[in-house]
């Protein structure tokens, strides 16, 4: 069965750094693709960041030069590095598993609060 | 590039049928055939039901299904049920530039 398991959400203060884990289980991180999307309080999804299985990434335009999303094969968990935190960053972020382009597998989220 | 268009919310009997349109442009939904959709119960994770415009993931009712014309996606949902109550969001592959466009999200109220 797969399972995602997000972690290392908190109140961090403007301008700090946090990062989020992701381990995963009944599947291999490293032959899939992975993504972050995040979720503000009240409002919609938001893709943020994704991992190809060949390695490559990407990142949407409002988190560039500032988050970025690797992976440990050897733990077989993902991960999102979020530097130069904005209080427009606070949000539920969840991990997926994409087949393709589509998501499908959804841990349970972490929250990030940024406020002061 | 922007969100989807969806409508805020959407309401119907059990029993009844009930159809969420998600409006993109020619550079994402127009472009591709790879609209998903999910649902999501207040305080739960999002859950997968419809991928690359028509597919149901295993395990997803065949209540509910998708399709595409031009650059609108659709969602319809048969036989309401209670439990379907929830919001529901399209999302599509925008090319190398924007990987995902998540729509604003869709409250169905099952009245």
């Known amino acids: 069965e797969v399972q995602l398991v997000e972690s290392g959400g908190g109140l961090i203060q403007p301008g700090g750094s946090l990062r989020l884990s992701c381990a995963a289980s009944?599947?291999?991180?490293?032959?899939?693709?992975m993504s972050w999307v995040r979720q503000a309080p009240g409002k919609g999804l938001e893709w943020v960041s994704v991992i190809y299985s060949g390695g490559s990434t990407d990142n949407a335009d409002s988190v560039k030069g500032r988050f970025t999303i690797s992976r440990d094969n050897s733990k077989n968990t993902l991960y999102l590095q979020m530097n130069s935190l904005r209080a427009e960053d606070a949000a539920v972020y969840y991990c997926?598993?994409?087949?393709?382009?589509?998501?499908?597998?959804w841990g349970q989220g972490t929250l990030v609060t940024v406020s002061s | 590039q922007s969100a989807l268009t969806q409508p805020a919310s959407v309401s119907g009997s059990p029993g009844q049928s009930i159809t969420i349109s998600c409006t993109g442009t020619?550079?994402?939904?127009?472009?591709?055939?790879?609209v998903s959709w999910y649902q999501q119960h207040p305080g739960k994770a999002p859950k997968l039901m419809i991928y690359?415009?028509?597919k149901r993931p295993s395990g997803v009712s065949n209540r509910f299904s998708g399709s595409k014309s031009g650059n609108t996606a659709s969602l319809t949902i048969s036989g309401l049920q209670t439990e379907d109550e929830a919001d529901y969001y399209c999302c599509s592959y925008a090319g190398s530039s924007t990987f995902s466009l998540f729509g604003g999200g869709t409250k169905l109220t099952v009245l």
């Open positions: 009944g599947f291999t991180v490293s032959n899939n693709h």
């Open positions: 997926a598993r994409l087949e393709y382009t589509s998501f499908f597998n």
């Open positions: 690359e415009v028509t």
């Open positions: 020619s550079t994402d939904v127009g472009s591709y055939n790879l």
